[in-house]
């Protein structure tokens, strides 16, 4: 995309790969000029564009490249930059070690510690880095950091990067995910995630984080009871300066808190609304949030919420199995966050003594369901309920595969139920015709070209493709709620075998209502 003067012309061959290999015979030098010509291009052609942006009916095609490119452009950049971040900050810490070594004359008693002269030298890469790039230290430190783990130990995920697959915002968050693993598990976290890079093509952010947790505990199953202590120790709250005399409060309290949150100021905001009231959905839960807290007239009175949790039993009765959990409205979390909290009700629920739960025991009592997956794609397919109203129980279905907005990169919560072929062109109302989305997705047919489901229920579970009116494709499926269960390998071998939900894990129990699912076996997972 760039180009260099004093790159060579040959007569054959690619003038691509030719520029490539003068670059890196050149060294960071040469790199740094090309990479200063092409920035003076761009730079030119967004401040000085003339007549190239002037809209046309017949250029949405070449519109639709250039911001193509631009993405494929700007993820190489990224990449990119933590390479080169990374040798600026070892580069550094070299010559801090030769500066220490040459003032104390070469006397190794008068060195400092190796573990100090390191912790110095990444201060002074963050605050090198802080400069250049117009970053805060401590913000800097952070991105420092993730880039030293994308380089040395995330091969898989820096190539999604510099390849497009990904963004620098999914990657970074990855990298800071595993901090707490070791390099190798590092590495083997790394290579879960490379295999479900197909299957994450317009995943979100809270499914990737999803993704994310799951790859961390299939390298390190034993490690989660500690990670989520460590987590819980850093409980805080924050307020922070927003504009035009606002501001933001966050806190971070475990997921299961923040999931009963969300849900009672969202029931409130319906109540509301349902009630007259104009403000906006999420003006009111603000305003019910602070009235509630402050102690106004206006603030919530005490009530109990239903909060579906999915858990697997072999996570429930045996800790350290390394099976995740899912909060209805939020997404996954370790299970050994939720077999403390929930070991009071279901004691109450196996020896009948609600009255241990106090007033509103009844109310807590749990009510349990088997939950059936998919045997390759892990997403749920099917449940055993008492329900006796058909729609309701199916939109709650439905929520609990979902999880989020089934949008491309979306990732708000699910506020309909949608048919993915219209109602109104013939579609029918059933649970593979269904799909959650948010308020702005669900207006999909005047968004998008069209929407359909694809593939092979049998073998690729719940797969929808969205297709813009521009033709780019996007495929969303639901998250899977059980790792697959086939014996890992590792090395050369974890490299070849790109899909482990190619694998079939072991025969289980089959519910009745998977029968439309043609005959497949499905494992029972337990929601409390």
């Not at 008693?109 to 805060?136: C, D, N, Q």
């Not at 100021?265 to 839960?285: F, N």
């Not at 279901?346 to 009844?362: I, N």
Request: glycine content about 8%.
């Amino acid at each position: 995309m760039f180009f260099n003067a004093q790159a060579p012309a040959p007569a054959s061959g690619d003038p691509h790969r030719a520029l490539v290999e003068t670059v890196r015979a050149g060294g960071p030098q040469a790199l740094a000029a090309m990479l200063g010509d092409g920035a003076f291009t761009l730079k030119e052609l967004a401040l000085r564009p003339q007549q190239m942006f002037t809209a046309d009916a017949t250029l949405g095609s070449a519109y639709r490249d250039v911001v193509g490119r631009i993405h494929e452009l700007r993820s190489a950049m990224d990449a990119l930059e933590a390479r080169a971040v990374t040798a600026l900050a070892e580069s550094l810490t070299l010559d801090k070690q030769a500066e220490v070594r040459a003032h104390t004359a070469h006397e190794e008693s008068e060195v400092p510690p190796t573990r100090t002269l390191l912790r110095e030298a990444a201060s002074e890469a963050a605050r090198e880095v802080s400069m250049l790039i117009g970053k805060s230290p401590a913000a800097a430190a952070y991105s420092l950091a993730s880039q030293r783990r994308l380089v040395s130990d995330m091969p898989e995920m820096l190539t999604a990067l510099a390849t497009a697959q990904i963004t620098s915002t999914v990657a970074h968050a990855t990298a800071r995910s595993f901090a707490p693993l070791s390099p190798e598990q590092r590495l083997e976290a790394d290579r879960e995630l490379g295999c479900r890079l197909p299957g994450l093509d317009a995943a979100g952010a809270e499914t990737w984080d999803d993704a994310t947790a799951a790859a961390i505990a299939a390298a390190d199953p034993g490690g989660q009871g500690r990670r989520h202590q460590h987590a819980r120790q850093e409980r805080h709250l924050t307020v922070r300066r927003g504009q035009h005399g606002m501001a933001t409060v966050s806190a971070r309290v475990s997921a299961l808190d923040a999931a009963k949150i969300r849900k009672r100021l969202s029931l409130e905001a319906e109540r509301l609304r349902a009630a007259g009231d104009r403000r906006g959905h999420h003006a009111i839960q603000a305003d019910s949030f602070v009235d509630t807290l402050i102690g106004r007239q206006e603030g919530m009175e005490p009530t109990t919420l239903d909060i579906g949790v999915i858990i697997t039993d072999r996570a429930l009765l045996h800790p350290g199995s390394g099976d995740l959990a899912q909060i209805e409205g939020y997404g996954t979390v370790p299970a050994e966050a939720l077999r403390g909290e929930l070991s009071g009700v279901l004691a109450a629920l196996v020896d009948g003594a609600e009255e241990a739960l106090g007033p509103d025991g009844p109310a807590l009592r749990a009510v349990m369901r088997r939950l059936y997956t998919h045997p390759l794609t892990r997403e749920l397919v099917a449940v055993e309920s008492r329900a006796r109203a058909f729609p309701e129980a199916l939109a709650r279905f439905i929520r609990w595969r979902d999880q989020v907005c089934r949008g491309p990169f979306c990732d708000a919560a699910i506020r309909q139920s949608d048919h993915i072929h219209p109602h109104a062109a013939g579609g029918r109302t059933c649970l593979d015709n269904g799909q959650g989305l948010c308020a702005h997705c669900n207006g999909k047919e005047q968004q998008t070209r069209t929407v359909r489901r694809v593939g092979n229920s049998t073998t690729d579970g719940h797969t929808v493709e969205w297709i813009s009116r521009t033709g780019t494709r996007r495929t969303t499926r639901p998250r899977a709620l059980t790792a697959p269960e086939p014996p890992r390998r590792s090395g050369a071998e974890g490299h070849a075998q790109r899909h482990p939900q190619q694998h079939a894990p072991p025969r289980r129990r089959a519910s009745r209502r998977s029968r439309r699912r043609s005959s497949s076996r499905g494992a029972p997972d337990t929601p409390v």
